[in-house]
Nanobody
């Protein structure tokens, strides 16, 4: 089992910044991937950013140049630094964890990000 605890969401004005955190604990192996997804009302959940334990990162086109995903492997924590936020970034943001050699995936409880003036 892996437990995920997210934090850092909130209300921010357009153009502002927020940083999300997701701390993983439990059965964590050295080869793993941590990701951020988001789901806006009435829309499907979408992948925002990926960070592997080996250092590879990827981003959705909609957030490239504005969001940065990073990891502290010693703390089993992934961060999402979100800059130049737009109203369309409003969503519930979820952390996802997966040990690469296993099929089971784990999800955080979600944290609300609202971008509004």
């Amino acid at each position: 089992q892996v437990q995920l605890v997210e934090s850092g969401g909130g209300l921010v004005q357009p153009g502002g910044s927020l940083r999300l955190s997701c701390a993983a604990s439990g059965r964590i192996f050295s080869m793993n991937v941590m990701e951020w997804y988001r789901q806006a009302p009435g829309k499907q959940r979408e992948l925002v950013a990926t960070a592997t334990s080996s250092g590879t990162t990827n981003y959705a086109d909609s957030v490239k140049g504005r969001f940065t995903i990073s990891r502290d492997n010693a703390k089993n924590t992934v961060y999402l630094q979100m800059n130049s936020l737009k109203p369309e970034d409003t969503a519930v943001y979820y952390c996802r964890f997966k040990n690469i050699l296993y099929t089971r995936e784990y999800w955080g409880q979600g944290t609300q990000v609202t971008v509004s003036s």
